[in-house]
């Protein structure tokens, strides 16, 4: 729950010196107006206790229950009965207090209304600020549980990538290298300045930056050149894309995960050799893109196809779009595609 | 020394090759880029070491020892560094995590060198029966004539014992393995199959109904037709998962 404005001592301390202010200001006018001090300080002490004291009751209140849409006439009919209860009761005190004072109790009579409308006044202020004031306070503690959310969600996606990353990819690249140091190290140089490339656009390429789909298949083919120097003859890739398309933006490190998905399912799911193909189309208002792997119907898992690559690539678009319709899987005989729309 | 050298990736099978030249004893009968070239190429050299990968296309290093018969001594060359390595630590003549140097290979040559050959094999056997990689993988591979098979799990029906082999009973017909109803019962997902009987193990999402046969007998249908015994612990497990 949200703590109430009286927890902060600049607060009440402001609180106490408004009344305060408020009490000498009536206590004076009322001896000017030719009563004796003591009725002055009677009144004006009764009167501004009692509204701050309602003043204090509404701030409490609020604290359990803040009036939401119909806030307005909630506050009014609040304020109202407040102010109707400390005009009444400040009249009964006062009256037993100071019965033998016939022009004050009439001063008092006549002057009912005018209090009334004070007290309101007052009551209705002191209300609109605590709705300000617990609406700012809800607000900031959302903002620090989304915070929250956020930097849990990082660090699983650093886990989750970490582990992606390391032991296929990573310790089969370097084997590779360390295959090609004694009869070919000039091969192996080149290699290892390919993977270094691939590991530096990785690292440096941050989650929401939007890059040229040119960019992204530059980065693509330092991927695959390393794929294919491991699996040799194995795997071939070919990459269409339209001139119109290379220029249009998408997120950075979409397609990778998703080719990385159809390396390991065509390459694990079949022994011949395996084609995957990228295609970049400009459409209308969006980019398309497919990823295409073949597979074995019979022997595919279904859970396979929705690996992580997949999901992380679904959630990133979902929260850079706010749409869940951009990732589209399908089969046919024996062929495997992804499609991923990129709204421009 | 016959060695047969399968892994899918061709530089890491050259690597393999080139740290065996110091051994002029050995003698690269073939390579193998996947696990049925792998199970040809034992059946028809009968090796006494493989180096053998894990990864690989179709079906992997562990599910191809299953199928072949009077498995070789194996080296296991694997970039996995996870849960499945402990098995290796007991069982296998050694394993090589990607990448390793020359040095390390050498131990594990020396390894295998220093141990008799009956011994390395029964290694070998003891691994086969002490692993189920293939569960992991949410499937059993096996052998349908000269050609392999793999099932996904949710596509077995139930399993029968055949003495030294189970029956693995799927919409698409019957298929043998060679491993124990224990092996099955401790291996397969429980929230899936269930041992209801000495001799059988069924699928859950398959049962249909249970029906009372006689004394503390029962008869479990499944929704396939086929009707099969249940014993009186069997019962009790059936009772207890499903909620009777």
Same mark, same amino acid.
């Given at each position: 729950?949200?703590?109430?404005?009286?927890?902060?001592?600049?607060?009440?301390?402001?609180?106490?010196?408004?009344?305060?202010?408020?009490?000498?200001?009536?206590?004076?006018?009322?001896?000017?107006?030719?009563?004796?001090?003591?009725?002055?300080?009677?009144?004006?002490?009764?009167?501004?206790?009692?509204?701050?004291?309602?003043?204090?009751?509404?701030?409490?209140?609020?604290?359990?229950?803040?009036?939401?849409?119909?806030?307005?006439?909630?506050?009014?009919?609040?304020?109202?009965?407040?102010?109707?209860?400390?005009?009444?009761?400040?009249?009964?005190?006062?009256?037993? %207090? +100071?019965?033998?004072?016939? @022009?004050?109790?009439?001063?008092?009579?006549?002057?009912?209304?005018? =209090? *009334? #409308?004070?007290? &309101?006044?007052?009551?209705?202020?002191?209300?609109?600020?605590?709705?300000?004031?617990?609406?700012?306070?809800?607000?900031?503690?959302?903002?620090?549980?989304?915070?929250?959310?956020?930097?849990?969600?990082?660090?699983?996606?650093?886990?989750?990538?970490?582990?992606?990353?390391?032991?296929?990819?990573?310790?089969?690249?370097?084997?590779?290298?360390?295959?090609?140091?004694?009869?070919?190290?000039?091969?192996?140089?080149?290699?290892?300045?390919?993977?270094?490339?691939?590991?530096?656009?990785?690292?440096?390429?941050?989650?929401?930056?939007?890059? %040229? +789909?040119?960019?992204?298949? @530059?980065?693509?083919?330092?991927?695959?050149?390393?794929?294919?120097? =491991? *699996? #040799?003859?194995? &795997?071939?890739?070919?990459?269409?894309?339209?001139?119109?398309?290379?220029?249009?933006?998408?997120?950075?490190?979409?397609?990778?995960?998703?080719?990385?998905?159809?390396?390991?399912?065509?390459?694990?799911?079949?022994?011949?050799?395996?084609?995957?193909?990228?295609?970049?189309?400009?459409?209308?208002?969006?980019?398309?893109?497919?990823?295409?792997?073949?597979?074995?119907?019979?022997?595919?898992?279904?859970?396979?196809?929705?690996?992580?690559?997949?999901?992380?690539?679904?959630?990133?678009?979902?929260?850079?779009?706010?749409?869940?319709?951009?990732?589209?899987?399908?089969?046919?005989?024996?062929?495997?595609?992804?499609?991923?729309?990129?709204?421009? | 020394?016959?060695?047969?050298?399968?892994?899918?990736?061709?530089?890491?099978?050259?690597?393999?090759?080139?740290?065996?030249?110091?051994?002029?004893?050995?003698?690269?009968?073939?390579?193998?880029?996947?696990?049925?070239?792998?199970?040809?190429?034992?059946?028809?050299?009968?090796?006494?070491?493989?180096?053998?990968?894990?990864?690989?296309?179709?079906?992997?290093?562990?599910?191809?020892?299953?199928?072949?018969?009077?498995?070789?001594?194996?080296?296991?060359?694997?970039?996995?560094?996870?849960?499945?390595?402990?098995?290796?630590?007991?069982?296998?003549?050694?394993?090589?995590?990607?990448?390793?140097?020359?040095?390390?290979?050498?131990?594990?040559?020396?390894?295998?060198?220093?141990?008799?050959?009956?011994?390395?094999?029964?290694?070998?056997?003891?691994?086969?029966?002490?692993?189920?990689?293939?569960?992991?993988?949410?499937?059993?591979?096996?052998?349908?004539?000269?050609?392999?098979?793999?099932?996904?799990?949710?596509?077995?029906?139930?399993?029968?014992?055949?003495?030294?082999?189970?029956?693995?009973?799927?919409?698409?017909?019957?298929?043998?393995?060679?491993?124990?109803?224990?092996?099955?019962?401790?291996?397969?997902?429980?929230?899936?199959?269930?041992?209801?009987?000495?001799?059988?193990?069924?699928?859950?999402?398959?049962?249909?109904?249970?029906?009372?046969?006689?004394?503390?007998?029962?008869?479990?249908?499944?929704?396939?037709?086929?009707?099969?015994?249940?014993?009186?612990?069997?019962?009790?497990?059936?009772?207890?998962?499903?909620?009777?």
């Amino acid at each position: 729950m949200a703590q109430s404005p009286f927890f902060t001592a600049k607060f009440t301390k402001a609180f106490i010196a408004w009344w305060m202010v408020w009490f000498a200001m009536q206590a004076i006018i009322l001896y000017w107006g030719g009563f004796s001090w003591r009725v002055s300080i009677a009144d004006s002490a009764v009167f501004n206790i009692l509204t701050a004291l309602g003043c204090w009751m509404i701030a409490f209140m609020f604290q359990y229950y803040l009036p939401g849409q119909e806030r307005f006439w909630y506050i009014l009919a609040l304020s109202v009965a407040l102010s109707l209860c400390i005009v009444f009761i400040g009249k009964w005190i006062l009256i037993t %207090l +100071l019965k033998n004072d016939i @022009t004050y109790i009439a001063m008092l009579q006549n002057w009912l209304p005018i =209090r *009334f #409308g004070i007290a &309101l006044l007052m009551l209705g202020c002191m209300a609109m600020i605590s709705v300000v004031w617990y609406g700012f306070i809800d607000q900031q503690e959302a903002e620090e549980r989304r915070a929250v959310a956020e930097a849990l969600k990082k660090e699983t996606e650093l886990i989750a990538l970490r582990r992606q990353l390391q032991p296929h990819f990573l310790f089969n690249s370097l084997n590779s290298i360390s295959a090609m140091v004694g009869t070919m190290p000039g091969e192996a140089r080149k290699m290892i300045q390919q993977l270094s490339d691939f590991l530096r656009s990785t690292i440096h390429k941050e989650d929401d930056r939007f890059v %040229l +789909l040119s960019e992204e298949l @530059t980065h693509l083919q330092l991927y695959l050149d390393i794929e294919k120097v =491991r *699996f #040799g003859h194995r &795997l071939i890739a070919t990459i269409n894309a339209d001139e119109l398309a290379l220029q249009q933006k998408m997120p950075a490190l979409i397609l990778q995960p998703l080719v990385e998905n159809a390396i390991k399912f065509g390459l694990y799911d079949t022994t011949d050799a395996v084609t995957i193909t990228i295609t970049g189309m400009a459409e209308n208002n969006h980019l398309m893109l497919k990823v295409s792997n073949p597979f074995d119907p019979q022997t595919a898992m279904p859970q396979k196809g929705e690996g992580f690559g997949l999901n992380s690539v679904k959630r990133r678009l979902y929260l850079l779009f706010a749409r869940n319709d951009l990732v589209e899987t399908s089969m046919t005989d024996n062929i495997f595609t992804t499609t991923v729309i990129i709204p421009q | 020394m016959k060695v047969v050298i399968i892994d899918d990736e061709p530089l890491a099978r050259m690597l393999v090759k080139e740290y065996l030249q110091d051994y002029p004893q050995v003698k690269i009968v073939e390579e193998c880029g996947d696990g049925f070239e792998g199970i040809k190429a034992i059946q028809k050299h009968q090796p006494s070491l493989i180096f053998l990968d894990i990864q690989m296309p179709k079906i992997t290093g562990f599910e191809m020892l299953e199928l072949v018969e009077n498995a070789p001594a194996v080296i296991f060359t694997t970039a996995f560094d996870e849960y499945a390595i402990k098995a290796f630590e007991t069982h296998a003549i050694d394993y090589l995590l990607k990448p390793f140097n020359k040095e390390r290979f050498d131990k594990a040559m020396q390894k295998y060198l220093s141990q008799n050959a009956a011994q390395a094999k029964a290694e070998t056997q003891l691994l086969i029966n002490s692993v189920a990689p293939n569960i992991a993988e949410q499937r059993v591979v096996v052998k349908d004539g000269i050609k392999i098979k793999i099932i996904p799990l949710p596509q077995i029906q139930y399993l029968e014992a055949a003495d030294d082999y189970v029956k693995i009973y799927t919409a698409d017909g019957v298929f043998l393995k060679k491993k124990t109803m224990q092996f099955f019962e401790n291996t397969l997902p429980a929230l899936q199959f269930v041992r209801i009987h000495r001799s059988y193990i069924v699928s859950l999402p398959l049962i249909n109904k249970i029906e009372h046969n006689e004394k503390d007998s029962y008869l479990l249908l499944l929704t396939t037709g086929a009707t099969l015994p249940v014993s009186k612990s069997g019962y009790a497990k059936l009772k207890e998962i499903l909620g009777l």
